[in-house]
């Protein structure tokens, strides 16, 4: 498994804690979502905050599902989103919607697909939480852990109408100009979703700020993930 680095991280610069070259290398991150909109929900503040601070990273993005238009979304986001901050590489798998659970065969090997296309290996891997009632995200996460068994894997959250948020165990600070962006991103990027209810800055800034409250963000706001396993390097 890719071990979690805190030894710099976590210290100020006064007790020796100023990040060296290497410790700001470049990184490989794996985002994977069932969905065009999954990503940018659970994870769009932890990569512009990521990103922001290590140039030159890769981001390979992976939406399993995307009929219709939702293609042309799907592809859009993720250029918008980290324009400027990353490389990235776009892989739209084209699976049937909400059928994920019940193709595993089909999905597994999209999946696998997919790893054999990375020249490198992931430093971190963002794909669904494992609990997640719906079916295409609980069906993408256990792949993920299947195919990626020795990697840094953190599982975002989507709030939905099954009332599945649970206790995360990992917290990435936001601040509000990163909190901002996030939500007139999502505005912008996803006609296809502004008819559901739940699909407005409410709800994305809700979970933001109770989860900010959680971790005792400076700005108030906070993304939070599932962190199953985590290997330190202290």
């Known amino acids: 498994m890719v071990p979690l680095r805190l030894s710099a991280l976590d210290l100020p610069e006064s007790a020796g804690g100023s990040l060296t070259e290497s410790e700001r290398r470049p990184l490989r991150i794996l985002c994977i979502g069932a969905h065009p909109d999954d990503i940018e929900i659970g994870a769009a503040g932890a990569l512009l905050t990521l990103l922001s601070e290590r140039p030159g990273c890769t981001v390979d993005w992976v939406v399993a599902t995307s009929p219709g238009a939702r ?37 597994k090997e999209a999946m696998q697909g997919v790893r054999d296309a990375l020249n490198d290996a ?17 069906a993408l996460s256990d792949i993920t852990w299947n195919l990626w068994r020795d990697h840094l894997v953190l599982e975002y959250e989507v709030p939905k109408w099954d009332g599945d948020l649970s206790q995360p165990s990992v917290y990435v600070p936001l601040s509000e100009a990163v909190v901002e962006r996030k939500l007139a991103h999502l505005r912008a990027h996803f006609a296809s979703q502004r008819g559901k209810d739940w699909f407005d800055d409410d709800t994305f800034k809700g979970l933001m700020r109770l989860r900010g409250m959680e971790c005792r963000s400076p700005s108030r706001y906070a993304e939070a993930f599932h962190g199953r396993k985590v290997v330190l390097a202290l």
């Open 122 to 138: 992931p430093d971190l891997i963002l794909t669904h939480h494992r609990d997640d009632r719906h079916q295409d995200h609980r």
């Open 71 to 107: 293609e042309q979304e799907a592809r859009a986001s993720a250029h918008a989103l980290l324009a400027g901050l990353a490389d990235v590489e776009v892989h739209l798998l084209r699976l049937r919607e909400s059928y994920l659970d019940g193709s595993g065969v089909v999905v």
